[in-house]
């Protein structure tokens, strides 16, 4: 084992619409708790952060996200850099990103790259493979972490083998094969294949090299975009004009496929990429019936189901088996559970009928604390608004719509036109339409209070922003 300390790198993209509608592309699945009371983005954090093993990790994420994330890192007591890519480009600009980044500090920089929607429960099992595959990685070896099949899963690509060498338990790829179906994949799984875990160790500078053999577009657009990164409060956001023209591929495509480098660890910790809600409840403790019943629910004669319930809602069942039914404030899915990789169908069927739904909840999270549609007419809507302690809306005003806050709990600092005052439990204010104002929490406790907004347009974007403490342009 080398004695060098790997930086993990965590990659936060996708929207996980196979788990809508607790996933959405405004708040993707590795940000919500699916399996436990953390996150599986948290969850990543915990595995690489808790073991002397790992550096300081480098997370990749969307600048959509970037509060998000810095505040799920805070609230698990770790440190992090935080690298924002201005638009999607898949794995392989990500990589490349991340690579050109590390090399500026270490020329010998050895990366780990996680996904941050993984779950693998045995913390100690994973830091043993990685202390184990990083000998290979550092004499100059892409390795991939292939975990051997419990069952022949068809959600999964495969990894063929070559047989072990110089009594290593790192072994060169003879193929990287395609999701099976169910026939071909009982027979990958009875040659000895291994599952394809999609988390790799290597060499960023031979990362870079290979990048640069097979895709040198990907490689110029990260190195000028890294080259032209500029610091915002606590990210490193990358140059968009440079990240722009780097190619959409993954890396798989664009160098594992490719490369006479890549080596896999073969492993046996238990992992899921929770890809839909039926690894959800394949992952799950299930009660006698083999059902897992989370929030408020009841059920009859039900078995072999994933019923979820979130906040208010009761959900019963009767006389099923076999199903995904998972209810949220503004939405439920009822699935066969063999049907569960359709939802991402469904998904899209419901963005081109313009459903909100498909994209965001009821609860929009911002740096400051978030906010929650509780009823919404032609000319009214009703928010739940909460503020962290010292946390600070924007000093804004709107064209088309006046508002009215009343505290139920903490104590508000309001700004309305040159007026400062500060409101207390079951007090209430009123902002005219066009006032300039600002909200924040001066206390040690979350502010909340109920807010009416009336007018003849209440979209989001009627929002003339003078001054922000978080610098953003465009959210609330």
Not at 104 to 122: E, G, R, T
Not at 312 to 338: C, E, M, P, Y
Not at 397 to 407: A, L
Request: charge should be negative; charged fraction near 25%; proline fraction near 5%.
């Amino acid at each position: 084992m080398t004695d060098q300390r790997l930086t993990p790198v965590i990659l936060c993209g996708g929207a996980g619409t196979r788990l809508w509608p607790v996933s959405r592309e405004k708040m993707p699945k590795h940000f919500v708790p699916l399996i436990g009371s953390l996150t599986t983005f948290q969850q990543v954090l915990d595995r690489v952060t808790r073991n002397p093993l790992f550096a300081t990790p480098i997370i990749v994420t969307n600048a959509d996200f970037r509060f998000v994330v810095a505040e799920q890192t805070r609230a698990r007591g770790a440190s992090a850099t935080i690298i924002l890519e201005p638009l999607r480009r898949d794995s392989a600009a990500a990589i490349a990103a991340a690579s050109e980044f590390a090399v500026k500090s270490d020329a010998n920089a050895i990366l780990l790259v996680v996904a941050a929607d993984h779950l693998i429960p045995d913390a100690d099992a994973f830091a043993a493979a990685c202390h184990a595959a990083a000998p290979a990685a550092a004499a100059g070896s892409i390795v991939t972490f292939g975990v051997e099949p419990t069952y022949p899963a068809t959600s999964y690509g495969y990894i063929k083998a070559k047989p072990p060498a110089n009594g290593s338990a790192v072994r060169d790829v003879a193929a990287f094969v395609e999701k099976p179906n169910e026939a071909t994949a009982a027979d990958y799984v009875e040659q000895g294949y291994l599952w394809n875990s999609g988390n790799f160790m290597f060499r960023a500078d031979v990362m870079l090299r290979e990048l640069t053999r097979f895709e040198p577009d990907i490689v110029t657009a990260a190195k000028d975009a890294v080259d032209h990164l500029v610091c915002d409060l606590d990210f490193y956001r990358l140059s968009e004009g440079a990240f722009a023209k780097a190619p959409r591929k993954s890396i798989d495509y664009a160098v594992m496929e490719r490369t006479e480098h890549a080596a896999v660890l073969p492993v046996s910790f238990r992992w899921s990429d929770i890809g839909n809600w039926k690894s959800v409840w394949d992952v799950q403790d299930r009660d006698a019936a083999g059902n897992v019943i989370e929030g408020p629910v009841e059920v009859l004669n039900t078995s072999n189901s994933l019923i979820r319930s979130e906040e208010t809602v009761l959900t019963t069942v009767v006389g099923v088996d076999d199903i995904i039914v998972v209810a949220t404030a503004d939405a439920v899915l009822v699935a066969a559970k063999r049907e569960a990789e359709q939802v991402k169908e469904l998904v899209e069927r419901l963005k081109a009928r313009n459903r909100n739904e498909a994209l965001e909840h009821r609860r929009i999270y911002r740096p400051w604390g978030f906010y929650q549609t509780a009823d919404l007419g032609a000319r009214y809507q009703v928010k739940r608004i909460c503020v962290h302690s010292g946390g600070r809306l924007s000093l804004q005003k709107h064209f088309h719509r006046s508002e009215h806050w009343v505290v139920v709990h903490g104590v508000a600092e309001v700004t309305v036109g040159d007026e400062v005052r500060l409101v207390h439990e079951n007090e209430s204010i009123y902002v005219p339409i066009g006032a300039v104002h600002r909200l924040a929490n001066p206390g040690k406790i979350p502010l909340e209070l109920i807010e009416v907004q009336v007018g003849s347009y209440l979209g989001e974007d009627d929002i003339v922003r003078l001054d922000d403490v978080y610098r953003r342009h465009t959210e609330a």
